[in-house]
């Protein structure tokens, strides 16, 4: 975790204050405070202002400050919260380790020197035609049209969608040679995890490439347009409502890709593997802490069990979930006990301790299974047979129902442990049990299968992918 605190920030003393990482609170001598990230590159270190520091309301404008600044600026500075600072030089830390990009201070520099000459004549076409020169123009056009113009809020959400995900793939890519496959490898990660705001990268690309199009600098269908995608088999982005199942394996194969999850190292790799073991979903899991999990004694069974209490606030139902932990589970956060056991931190931690995996690192691992190594147009080697695309993780949930189902194991504990609501509200308010003695029998046997021998399974996964 970080060393700082929201009430070391409020009461810091004028100096340099670090919260790790290399992130710092400077305090002047006039109560003003900024967060500087410090890092090196090349072997100099630098120093980069990543805003103004909010204080509590300490963070006042200057004589000459924006007046409209409403709290969230100061002049052309950003003030930032303790946790917004650590977002920031989590983006600009990675950036300053990417040695194709600019020096994130260098880049600063070269955009106030941007400010103080003349706009250039934004009608006029790019002088190349990569995807990020083409949606510049292109948006410095639009934005004539919005209330505020690029300083507008729709302005700032185009720039802002596009630098996170298009650029990084496509953004120095000519318009021409733009593929199915940059625009899949885009959309994919995002699509039905921030359906709503994979939807709007996905038009934006489209509008950018619709552009390049009539200007003739590149020939053929738009592969952004969603009646090209749709034609190419890509389902509709799910919103909360029902569009369809996540791809999910085979239960039969689950102990061949729980053999093939065991070779990769890395906590995602652990945090997948568990998030298996227990049913659960993404979220639950990378969130999960020691303080959750408890023993307990089960009535039932006449004996102490150990059981993972996920709190209401990290359910999708908003109601507290209790999931039985089977052997293997537990040897699982034996290892992950490495790391740390402090009550408090997380189970499965991110690149810095305090931060949680992200839920695109548990996918792009899955989705690295599925495709490295292979050439080409073959098929994804761990996939769904009904629809043939590759595999996800939340998929696994229903791997695991159809496995209860289809070897007659109890349907009421089966849902109890996926933690699934009741519709009928009459049978809800009648149904005061958790059948977590019936879910501690269920959770083994399902840990006996995904840990089982994968030779079966190996050899049907390979004639699929044959």
């Not at 060393?3 to 204050?17: I, M, Q, Y």
Request: hydrophobic fraction near 40%; charge should be positive.
């Amino acid at each position: 975790m970080g060393n700082l605190t929201a009430k070391d920030v409020e009461h810091a003393k004028p100096g340099r204050h670090s919260d790790g990482g290399g992130l710092i609170l400077d305090v002047k001598d006039s109560g003003r405070a900024y967060w500087t990230l410090r890092y090196q590159r090349d072997g100099k270190r630098r120093d980069l202002v990543l805003g103004i520091a909010d204080r509590g309301g300490k963070a006042k404008a200057k004589a000459g400050a924006d007046p409209n600044a409403g709290g969230k600026a100061i002049g052309t500075r950003q003030v930032l919260t303790l946790g917004a600072a650590r977002a920031a030089a989590a983006v600009e830390r990675e950036r300053a380790k990417d040695r194709a990009a600019p020096d994130p201070v260098d880049a600063r520099k070269a955009e106030r020197a941007a400010k103080d000459t003349p706009a250039p004549d934004t009608s006029a076409a790019p002088e190349d035609h990569t995807f990020r020169a083409v949606a510049e123009a292109f948006l410095a056009t639009k934005a004539k049209g919005w209330k505020g113009g690029e300083e507008s809020k729709h302005g700032a959400q185009w720039a802002t969608t596009l630098e996170t995900y298009a650029y990084p793939v496509i953004g120095a890519k000519d318009v021409a040679d733009i593929t199915d496959e940059d625009v899949r490898r885009i959309l994919d990660p995002i699509w039905h995890t921030i359906p709503e705001t994979a939807s709007r990268v996905r038009g934006r690309m489209e509008n950018v490439l619709d552009v390049a199009r009539a200007k003739k600098w590149r020939l053929g269908d738009n592969p952004a347009a969603w009646k090209h995608l749709k034609a190419l088999g890509m389902t509709a982005a799910r919103n909360g409502k029902a569009a369809g199942h996540f791809p999910s394996l085979p239960w039969q194969q689950m102990p061949a890709f729980v053999h093939a999850l065991r070779q990769r190292e890395g906590v995602s790799a652990q945090a997948v593997l568990f998030a298996i073991l227990t049913a659960a979903r993404s979220g639950e899991v990378r969130g999960m802490r020691w303080s959750e999990v408890r023993t307990i004694h089960v009535d039932e069974l006449g004996r102490d069990c150990v059981v993972w209490h996920v709190p209401a606030d990290r359910m999708k139902a908003k109601k507290t979930h209790r999931v039985a932990l089977s052997a293997a589970a537990l040897v699982l956060l034996d290892e992950m006990r490495k790391i740390s056991d402090d009550p408090k931190a997380l189970v499965f931690p991110g690149k810095r301790e305090s931060a949680a995996l992200s839920d695109m690192s548990l996918s792009m691992l899955a989705r690295g299974m599925c495709s490295d190594g292979l050439k080409e147009g073959e098929p994804p080697r761990w996939r769904d047979p009904n629809t043939d695309e590759a595999i996800t993780v939340h998929g696994m949930r229903s791997s695991f129902r159809v496995w209860a189902a289809e070897t007659e194991k109890s349907d009421a504990a089966a849902e109890a442990a996926l933690a699934h609501t009741i519709r009928d509200k009459v049978v809800a308010a009648y149904k005061r049990t958790d059948y977590l003695a019936q879910r501690v029998a269920l959770m083994d046997a399902w840990a006996a299968h995904c840990m089982g021998a994968p030779s079966a399974a190996t050899a049907t996964t390979r004639r699929q992918a044959a």
